[in-house]
């Protein structure tokens, strides 16, 4: 296996058990981080819809990196299947975790993002082998 290959995997590895502590913990850590406060959510970017572009972007590279690095071989497509039911499955979990709520919104942002990842990827792939 290429090393860059080998990086983008642990990198996708060592990110997708951040995101899973971020998730299924009762309370916002990054809040707790930045303002001392387990319920603030933070805005990575000032927006009207508030911190659900924050779970876009979160997913978004979580997606790239997973997708990247099974790119190549027999797992993208398992691996793209994979991210989907993450997405929901995570949002969905904030249903019993005390002190976590479930908003529709978020488990459409982390849809968009997985998604918008998988279809940027699978145009990569159709342009680098000449199909597009």
């Known amino acids: 296996m290429d090393y860059k290959i080998s990086i983008v995997r642990y990198l ?3 990110s997708f058990i951040g995101l899973l ?5 009762p309370g916002s850590l990054i809040g707790y981080f930045l303002y001392g406060d387990f319920s603030q959510q933070p805005d990575m970017i000032p927006n009207p819809i508030g911190t659900s572009i924050n779970h ?5 590279y979580l997606s790239i990196l997973g997708l990247t690095s099974y790119m190549r071989g027999v797992g993208f497509k398992q691996t793209s299947i994979f991210l989907i039911a993450l997405s929901l499955l995570l949002e969905l979990s904030h249903l019993i975790i ?3 709520s479930f908003e529709s919104l978020d ?3 982390n849809l968009l993002g997985t998604l918008l990842a998988i279809v940027i990827i699978f145009i990569y792939r159709k ?5 597009i």
Not at 127 to 131: A, C, E, L, V, Y
Request: proline share 4%; aromatic share 38%.
């Open 21 to 25: 502590v971020l998730y299924l913990f």
């Open 56 to 60: 876009t972007l979160a997913f978004f």
């Open 98 to 100: 005390p002190n976590r």
């Open 127 to 131: 342009w680098k082998n000449g199909k």
């Open 107 to 109: 488990l459409f942002a």
């Open 12 to 14: 996708y590895y060592f």
